[in-house]
């Protein structure tokens, strides 16, 4: 297996709402990783998990709660969300510090 | 502060031609370069990559120039075809910022027949 996957595709949540987004990898890589990309711009880090160990945060609001259940498997979980949030979200894994391979992200609308 | 750039946010290429990406940094403590190529709705894909130790890498189609001292490096795509027609991302990350990749802003190839 050598791709990175993501659910939901799609998802779109009100600003109450609470959801979670699930990335899930079998190549064995030891690091994680969550962007948020928005139209036409590049994609900016959000987190990084280490050995199933938050790493990296970029100072991102405490609405996003990334989660490393296992070596194969992260989570973000979303809360009272803005409409400014909405946005795609990617999931990427590594083996090491280097080269990333990304998911195909979960396109999130906040109404 | 955006330290990785990608100054053409658009090109356009005959197929069957070269297509030459560039990308511009300012951190002298990049040591490893990306390109990725992304369609819409998806995630990026990733290309190639360049250690600072090298000024050259090939990929088939692909290969990627490293100039440490002007701080730019740029990615050859050739023969260029319909299918290369994306967004191309550059991303670079400091020797001390474990898995901390910069990314330009994307360059939009548009391959024609």
Redesign the interface.
Known sequence: DTEVTQTPKHLVMGMTNKKSLKCEQHMGHRAMYWYKQKAKKPPELMFVYSYEKLSINESVPSRFSPECPNSSLLNLHLHALQPEDSALYLCASSPTSDTQYFGPGTRLTVL | DQQVKQNSPSLSVQEGRISILNCDYTNSMFD?F?W?KKYP??????LI?ISSIKDKNEDGRFTVFLNKSAKHLSLHIVPSQPGDSAVY?CAA?ATDS????Q????TQVVVTP
């Open positions: 490893y990306l990725y709705a998806e995630g990026p894909t990733f990559s991302f990350r474990w898995g901390k990749f990314f330009g802003a994307g």
